[in-house]
Each structure stands twice: as structure tokens, then as C-alpha cells.
């Protein structure tokens, strides 16, 4: 798993490159989490993220939850088809605003 941290504007996204399951959840929870911060802004860029196991529904699950708590956003952008449909089927994908591109998810997050 590949974790890289951009700052756009008052915007922070993390573009994640690799699966998250078991072994690569925990380095997403300990990269991604420290972001959230009172009114905080974060893109996660999943476009390069193949598979999804349900320890990263967790972690996706474990942000929300932080950021809403804190009066944050969070969008996720670039879901496959078959992460998009796992969501959906789990009902995780009604408590996230998605976008297809980083530029579109950018203009959502504001």
C-alpha cells in the first residue's frame, strides 16, 4: 500500500495506490486518520485502489465517522465498479459523497 499526502488549498488528499484488506488497513488508519481535524477536508483518491476487503470498509467506515464528528467532509473519489457496487450492496456508499475525478471531488468537498 501506497499512501501519498497532497495539500490543495485548504484540501487534503490522500491518493491511496494498492488493496486495502487486513494486512494494509491498519497503514491507511494511521496515515489517513491524523488528517481529521475540526472542519477538515479530505479527498481519499481510491482510483488506484483494486480491492476492498472488509477491514478497508472499516477504516472508510472509521473516517466518516471522525470527520462527522469533528464538522469535517470527506469524498472519495475514483471508486471501480466493483468497490462502488460492494459499498452500495453494504449500504456504506449512502454515508459517502463520491466523485469520479479529483477535480469534481474537489469542487464537491468546498
Do not use: C, W
Amino acid at each position: 500500500m501506497e499512501i501519498n499526502l497532497k495539500n490543495h488549498e485548504e484540501v487534503m488528499v490522500a491518493e491511496l495506490t494498492g488493496d486495502i484488506d487486513g494486512n494494509t488497513a491498519p497503514d491507511v488508519k494511521d496515515k489517513v486518520l491524523p488528517l481529521v481535524a475540526p472542519g477538515s477536508k479530505i479527498l481519499l483518491d481510491l482510483t488506484k485502489v483494486a480491492y476492498l476487503s472488509s477491514a478497508g470498509l472499516r477504516v472508510l467506515l472509521m473516517l466518516y465517522r471522525q470527520t462527522s464528528s469533528k464538522d469535517g467532509k470527506l469524498v472519495l473519489v475514483g471508486l471501480s465498479e466493483e468497490i462502488a457496487d460492494i459499498m452500495a450492496i453494504t449500504g456504506f456508499l449512502d454515508f459517502f459523497t463520491t466523485s469520479d475525478t479529483i477535480e469534481a471531488g474537489l469542487v464537491a468537498i468546498r
